[in-house]
């Protein structure tokens, strides 16, 4: 499954149109440093300059560990 994620756009349509410009991005950079996995999510952090703040977080990834390893680039 594909996650579509945007901080700003509330816009499924526009969440779509980020992703399906920017996915065959991180997708040809994974496949240059990566071999055997699974792409599953992208964020796209687009905040303009002063357009607000984006408080302390995390990313928890769910993976059976003894499997599989994840990765946040």
Known sequence: M????????????????????FYPVFQRAADKFL??????RIAIFD???GGGTIRIHQHPHI?????????TI
Request: proline share 3%; net charge positive; glycine share 0%.
């Open 63 to 71: 993976v059976d560990e003894s499997k599989y390893r994840s990765l």
């Open 47 to 49: 905040k303009l300059p």
């Open 2 to 21: 594909k996650l579509r994620n945007s901080v700003v756009h509330e816009s499924a349509a526009r969440k779509n149109e980020i992703y399906e410009k």
């Open 35 to 40: 071999q055997n996995y699974n792409l599953m």
